[in-house]
């Protein structure tokens, strides 16, 4: 490999799943003094910005949308976010008072300190994506790598060519057209996504497939309530986890949330100056996720071990989706002597999701168990261990109650839930499992069909906000790159027997390798060039959807990559020591 022939690594996306792979790619190319004086980094985006991606663009979300985990959790590496807002405390309560102040109202910004077990809004991690990402450029090049960031574009094709891989990119402004060629080693990390919708019915009117970015669902609810001019817009919020709430946050954003001296919220006053807008939020269950309390040592009776490989060869059998639910269902109940099963997770015993937040906002030391209990058990990663038949049920009908107690919410959202209930501005239905197709258009408004009690009602809402979860077909997602790679089978959905699980085929089940079909000989093998992590990824939705996740993946990548550029670069070693 020569000077004018570099190693040239890519990678197709730089939000935090990117930008954690060129922080730790970096890291390892320049540990050790390894030779990379011949590495190309080539990174492809969107936006003109890197680091933030989707999910943390500062300029794209309300202070109230917070991270869904602590700041000592959400990092590129060990408490580095935790460390980077103590290390820039004055300059961020300077430029960002109003992501400061979200997280610590009332504490003067002269005086603030970063909080590990704080919930801090999520635009203020795109703020510290983005610097590390620059960080990392400015690290690379002093070491001799070249990057090349190509911003403003999207990635549309990619091929084969000459034993290297090219990739074809497009301006997001005029739409010309550039070819890269010579690629060695391919990421895909496009991260978040939204699938491509199938209902035009659904989707023609007064419909958001997303509530993001917040300006856009602005200017749509503006339209809305001038379409219904002196009447109240009721707007329907499909789905109640982490993005249902974001949509609630910026429904209510023109508000006022007021605070207790201690920092807790006490009551909402809505805008008399804007139009009025009534929000009906509703779900499968009806219930927002529980509110994420302390961490607690728990003694594990029966999911005993690291991972269910790992307990079916201790417990010396194997172990189907009814033996799991059954002993989560018995951990469960030692842990809380008795009083919750597995059945509690499912029919929660509440009227309402009014009632559970006035019951979670208390942090039970039950629901921290139950949290705890159900967390593990997804960590344990058994999804894996399923048969086709079994994933096929879990995804259709458990997973909404995994993720709905894995995933909690922090106490800040479930107290400005709870204010906007008891102002009249938020309503909550429960759709039920077997009402199909809802909401539905009718008529210019579209009709929600929900549970009430035995008996089933509908109601007419004026507009409707998607916020429930991802569907992960392959062939719903809305890049160009991927459906471009799918059809060239440079990657393959991943399916088994005759069931989809959606996500692309790895080559194991601890690697980030892609498979594709070898086009001399027609098999199934591991692609030479791509690697890919994060949603797009079979299971990831099931075994990884964690901060934490991203980074173990980017680790991984990152050593595969350097181990494949030192091998590339021995032989300038050894001809520069022949030379000398």
């Known amino acids: 490999m020569s000077e004018v022939n570099p190693t040239r690594l890519c990678i197709v996306g730089t939000g935090f799943s990117g930008t954690a792979a060129l922080f730790h790619l970096v890291n390892a190319l320049t540990a050790d003094r390894r030779p990379v004086s011949s590495v190309e980094i080539l990174t492809i985006e969107s936006r003109q910005?890197?680091?933030?991606?989707?999910?943390?663009?500062?300029?794209?979300?309300?202070?109230?949308?917070?991270?869904?985990?602590?700041?000592?959790?959400?990092?590129?590496?060990?408490?580095?976010?935790?460390?980077?807002?103590?290390?820039?405390?004055?300059?961020?309560?300077?430029?960002?008072?109003?992501?400061?102040?979200?997280?610590?109202?009332?504490?003067?910004?002269?005086?603030?300190?970063?909080?590990?077990?704080?919930?801090?809004?999520?635009?203020?991690?795109?703020?510290?994506?983005?610097?590390?990402?620059?960080?990392?450029?400015?690290?690379?090049?002093?070491?001799?790598?070249?990057?090349?960031?190509?911003?403003?574009?999207?990635?549309?094709?990619?091929?084969?060519?000459?034993?290297?891989?090219?990739?074809?990119i497009e301006r997001v402004d005029d739409g010309s057209r550039e070819v890269i060629t010579g690629i060695d080693k391919l990421l895909l990390s496009t991260g978040h996504w939204v699938p491509l919708d199938t209902e035009s019915e659904m989707t023609a009117g007064n419909f958001l497939d997303s509530p993001y970015p917040d300006s856009k669902l602005r200017a749509s609810v503006a339209a809305w309530s001038e379409a219904v001019r002196d009447k109240t817009l009721t707007c329907f919020v499909k789905g109640m986890g982490p993005s249902g709430i974001d949509a609630i946050m910026s429904l209510a954003e023109s508000g006022t949330f007021h605070f207790s001296d201690s920092g807790h919220i006490t009551g909402y006053s809505p805008s008399q100056a804007e139009a009025q807008i009534q929000i009906v939020a509703g779900s499968r269950c009806g219930f927002f996720p529980a509110v994420?309390?302390?961490?607690?040592?728990?003694?594990?009776?029966?999911?005993?071990?690291?991972?269910?490989?790992?307990?079916?060869?201790?417990?010396?059998?194997?172990?189907?989706?009814?033996?799991?639910?059954?002993?989560?269902?018995?951990?469960?109940?030692?842990?809380?002597?008795?009083?919750?099963?597995?059945?509690?997770?499912?029919?929660?015993?509440?009227?309402?999701?009014?009632?559970?937040?006035?019951?979670?906002?208390?942090?039970?030391?039950?629901?921290?168990?139950?949290?705890?209990?159900l967390l593990k058990a997804r960590r344990m990663k058994f999804y894996r261990h399923l048969n086709a038949f079994e994933k096929e049920i879990y995804d259709r009908e458990l997973d909404t109650h995994f993720i709905r107690i894995a995933v909690p919410i922090p106490l800040l959202n479930a107290e400005k839930l709870l204010a906007l209930f008891e102002s009249g501005k938020l309503e909550s239905v429960k759709m039920g499992y077997q009402i199909s197709g809802n909401p539905v258009a009718h008529g210019g408004q579209y009709q929600v069909t929900f549970t009430d009690g035995d008996a089933e009602s509908t109601r007419l809402v004026d507009a409707v906000i998607r916020a429930s979860g991802q569907d992960f077909r392959l062939s719903l997602h809305p890049s160009r790159l991927v459906s471009a790679l799918a059809e060239r089978e440079e990657l393959l959905a991943n399916r088994e027997g005759h069931y989809s699980t959606g996500g692309i085929m790895l080559d194991s089940d601890e690697s980030y390798g892609v498979m594709c079909r070898d086009p001399e000989t027609g098999r199934v093998v591991p692609s030479p060039w791509i690697a890919s992590y994060g949603v797009l990824t079979r299971y990831w939705q099931n075994e990884r959807n964690f901060s934490a996740a991203f980074v173990e993946a980017a680790m991984w990548l990152s050593e595969e990559w350097a181990a494949y550029c030192a091998r590339q670069s021995s032989p300038l070693v050894a001809e520069s020591a022949w030379q000398n």
Not at 58 to 82: I, K, T, V
Not at 314 to 336: C, P, W, Y
Request: hydrophobic share 35%.
């Open 49 to 168: 910005v890197n680091g933030p991606g989707y999910p943390y663009a500062p300029y794209e979300l309300l202070p109230g949308h917070l991270c869904n985990n602590q700041a000592r959790q959400m990092s590129l590496a060990g408490d580095d976010f935790y460390d980077w807002l103590g290390e820039h405390r004055q300059r961020l309560a300077a430029e960002f008072p109003a992501l400061i102040r979200e997280t610590h109202p009332g504490v003067p910004l002269d005086t603030w300190e970063p909080d590990p077990e704080g919930f801090y809004p999520r635009a203020l991690f795109g703020v510290y994506l983005e610097e590390r990402f620059r960080e990392t450029v400015s690290k690379a090049r002093r070491h001799g790598i070249r990057i090349q960031s190509y911003n403003g574009y999207c990635a549309i094709d990619g091929y084969r060519q000459s034993e290297r891989f090219s990739l074809v």
């Open 292 to 373: 994420r309390g302390a961490s607690v040592e728990y003694q594990f009776q029966y999911l005993t071990e690291e991972t269910f490989g790992e307990l079916e060869r201790v417990l010396g059998q194997k172990l189907g989706l009814n033996d799991i639910l059954s002993m989560i269902d018995q951990e469960l109940r030692a842990a809380t002597s008795g009083q919750i099963g597995w059945q509690d997770i499912v029919e929660p015993k509440f009227e309402n999701a009014f009632e559970k937040l006035r019951y979670d906002v208390t942090c039970p030391h039950e629901n921290n168990l139950v949290h705890t209990i």
